[in-house]
């Protein structure tokens, strides 16, 4: 027989053992989070005071950028040869997240990509081997964007899970924080960069994954850790021969990242069609924008495709783009939480046959990226296996 003293102290202690281990791993990630957030601030302010005072000092300063960044690009290994045996479609398995189930702790569904790709070849749409695999950016390929200091604050698990936006993973070591969560994000990133040339090539193609919008070369956030549209046009105009490319962004969230980073940089033409209600408004980031289009919350497809419409013909007047990188996110889906927009599935695909159409009318390379989104939406094999 059971001592009832005894099982009810032990009942009662394993029920507040499993909340309490909770609080204090939350409690200890949030603390750490914020401390070395504040190190982190200082060192960005104190950077950029110093940048202000030895930029008007030194006018070389600029040149030996561009040639570090130029040597960078000229040496990386992420453009290779590929036959054409294979489709421009690339997706690696190295892309999908899985940390001890902690990634279900964000809402954006983090392997989706893999789960794409199981739908396209249960569905015959494309053959296993005929999927091209991009390699790792390696640190000298981040460096041509990102600046030293930004890949040492990575260097700690809190500035990774403030970035994720998932702070159980501030306690963890950053070996396995590099290992489950950036390597996935740097296999990515090969993904876009390689895009850019298979585009050139082929007339399009689509990297099942990155769309990093939210990320600039100084400051990482929003599920972004590394400015892979950035470091993708950086890559075209120093391999492609390219010099004027356009980014339409159609994901619901504004892209601050990329413009940020061509603020001011006549080569890039932004057209950015968001939702101004949710994150992450960066105003400053939105005085870069060339061609603006709000969609607030509730926005429904007609409308929603009637100012895409309108605004596709704006920038035909505007630019004459010799690439074009489409940031194709479907959080604008009905229902999605993020996003908040109210677009069908049909209105998504019809979103995406109208930028292609756009891109193909004019034989404009188009690279597309698929961002954001909670849920899947298998749009581009009806729209690219048909021939658009
Ligand atoms: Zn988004």
Not at 29 to 51: H, W
Not at 250 to 256: E, K, P, S, W
Request: with cysteine; glycine share 6%.
């Amino acid at each position: 027989m059971k001592n009832p003293v005894v099982t009810s102290w032990t009942e009662s202690t394993r029920n507040l053992f499993k909340p309490v281990i909770v609080l204090v791993i939350t409690f200890a990630a949030t603390v750490k989070l914020s401390q070395s957030l504040y190190r982190y601030n200082l060192r960005r302010r104190s950077r950029a005071r110093s940048g202000t005072m030895s930029s008007s000092s030194s006018s070389d300063n600029g040149t030996g950028v561009q040639a570090r960044r130029r040597s960078r690009i000229l040496s990386s290994k992420l453009y290779f040869d590929i036959p054409n045996s294979k489709v421009p479609l690339i997706y690696s398995s190295a892309y999908d997240i899985t940390f001890l189930g902690i990634e279900k702790l964000h809402p954006f569904d983090s392997s989706k990509w893999g789960r794409i790709c199981g739908f396209l070849l249960v569905d015959n749409v494309v053959d296993k081997n005929c999927i091209v695999e991009p390699l790792e950016a390696s640190k000298n390929d981040l460096l041509v964007v990102h600046s030293e200091a930004y890949l040492n604050c990575l260097k700690k698990s809190a500035n990774v899970a403030m970035i994720i936006e998932v702070p159980h993973v501030a306690v963890f070591p950053n070996c396995l924080v590099q290992q489950k969560v950036l390597y996935p994000f740097r296999n990515q990133v090969g993904g876009t960069i390689l895009a850019a040339k298979l585009a050139k090539e082929r007339g399009w193609a689509i990297n099942v994954g990155g769309g990093f919008h939210h990320c600039s070369g100084e400051k990482g956030g929003g599920f972004c850790a590394y400015a892979d549209i950035s470091l993708c046009i950086h890559f075209a105009f120093e391999r492609l021969n390219i010099s004027r490319v356009m980014i339409i962004d159609l994901d619901a969230h504004q892209g601050n990242g990329h413009e940020t980073d061509f603020a001011n940089d006549s080569r890039v033409y932004i057209l950015d069609v968001y939702n101004p209600g949710i994150y992450p408004f960066d105003y400053e980031a939105r005085r870069y924008i060339d061609q603006k289009v709000e969609v607030v919350s509730g926005t429904t497809t007609n409308e929603y495709l009637r100012k895409l419409d309108e605004a596709l013909e704006v920038s035909v007047h505007s630019f004459d783009p010799e690439l074009i990188v489409y940031n194709a996110g479907t959080d604008i889906l009905d229902g999605d939480p993020l996003g908040r927009l109210k677009i069908s599935p049909d209105g998504i695909t019809n979103r995406d046959e109208k930028v292609f159409r756009f891109a193909r009318k004019r034989n404009i390379p188009i690279v597309m990226l698929t961002s954001g989104a909670l849920s899947l939406c298998l749009i581009f094999p009806s729209l690219i296996f048909t021939g658009f």
